[in-house]
């Protein structure tokens, strides 16, 4: 398996409820991030799990919670979110993390709209 | 300041024909060079990677350079496909050992028939 899943594809939500977003991956890698991206805008890094601790987070909202309950999964989760907060969220996965051949490896992501 | 430049914006080729893609970056000392392509509404998808000793790197009909000296980076798209209609974007890992890239604006390509 040489992929990185992501679900939901899509998401409406409004700005009350509570949701989460998954990511897998089974390639054995050990460092998971977490991307925002807004229409015609490269990815904007929020968190990084590195061995499933919490590694780095941008100064990112606490309406965005990350959870990382073992090696293969990532979860988003999100409260309370404004509608500037629809964007396109993207998984990725790397062997490592910082190493001359590291490579990250995206999910399809998951389209995010807040009413 | 570390940063990522790509040139041109936007560029919309002829089925069939090549194409040239710019990068400019200032990131130094770094790790690796990356160049994805993604979809509209999609997840980047890796083409290639080159440490700082690599010159070129090839993926079927994509092929990429590297001069560390002038810190430049191309991607050079051969015989164009309507698939190709895509943005490139240019990533580069700071050699800091650390987990965060910098990533280029993009260069959104269309490809006509």
């Known amino acids: 398996d040489t992929e990185v899943t992501q679900t939901p594809k899509h998401l409406v939500m409004g700005m009350t409820n509570k949701k989460s977003l998954k990511c897998e991956q089974h390639?054995?890698?050990?460092?998971m991030y977490w991307y925002k991206q807004k229409a015609k805008k490269p990815p904007e890094l929020m968190f990084v799990y590195s061995y499933e601790k919490l590694s780095i987070n941008e100064s990112v909202p606490s309406r965005f919670s990350p959870e990382c309950p073992n090696s293969s999964l990532l979860n988003l989760h999100l409260h309370a979110l404004q509608p500037e907060d629809s964007a396109l969220y993207l998984c990725?996965?790397?062997?490592?993390?910082?190493?001359?051949?590291?490579?990250?490896?995206f999910g399809p992501g998951t389209r995010l709209t807040v009413l | 300041k570390n940063q990522v430049e790509q040139s041109p914006q936007s560029l919309i080729i002829l089925e069939g024909k090549n194409c040239t893609l710019q990068c400019n970056y200032t990131v130094s000392p770094f790790s690796n060079l990356r160049w994805y392509k993604q979809d509209t509404g999609r997840g980047p998808v890796s083409l290639t990677i080159m440490t700082f000793s690599e010159n070129t790197k090839s993926n079927g009909r994509y092929t990429a350079t590297l001069d560390a000296d002038t810190k430049q980076s191309s991607l050079h798209i051969t015989a164009s496909q309507l698939s190709d209609s895509a943005s490139y974007i240019c990533v580069v890992s700071p050699n800091t050992g650390g987990f965060k890239t910098i990533f280029g604006a993009g260069t959104r390509l269309f490809v006509k028939a």
């Open positions: 990725a996965s790397s062997p490592a993390g910082g190493g001359a051949r590291d490579t990250q490896y």
């Open positions: 390639m054995g890698h050990r460092a």
